[in-house]
């Protein structure tokens, strides 16, 4: 499987892994939000293919779940 089609077939739980990663804002960071003290999600706005490629190259859960799939990284 290529990871183009790994990217098509598993779009929307990658997406969840990456806003798990990179929208999370802990109850000690401070943000002008009105959950500001709490830990919370900013939405960052959407993904495209190849930021989704990038995190599957560089994140370690995400490219052992590819490799895992037959994927040829």
């Known amino acids: 499987m290529t990871l183009k089609e790994f ?28 959950k500001s ?7 960052k706005g959407s993904l495209n293919n190849e930021e989704r490629r990038l995190w599957i190259l560089n994140d370690e859960g995400l490219y052992m779940w590819a490799k895992s799939q037959g994927v040829n990284i």
Request: hydrophobic fraction near 25%; glycine fraction near 2%.
């Open 37 to 43: 003290g709490t830990d919370h999600y900013h939405d």
């Open 7 to 34: 990217i098509k077939q598993n779009k929307d739980d990658i997406d969840k892994a990456i806003r798990r990663a990179r929208d999370f804002v802990s109850k000690q960071a401070s943000c002008n939000c009105p």
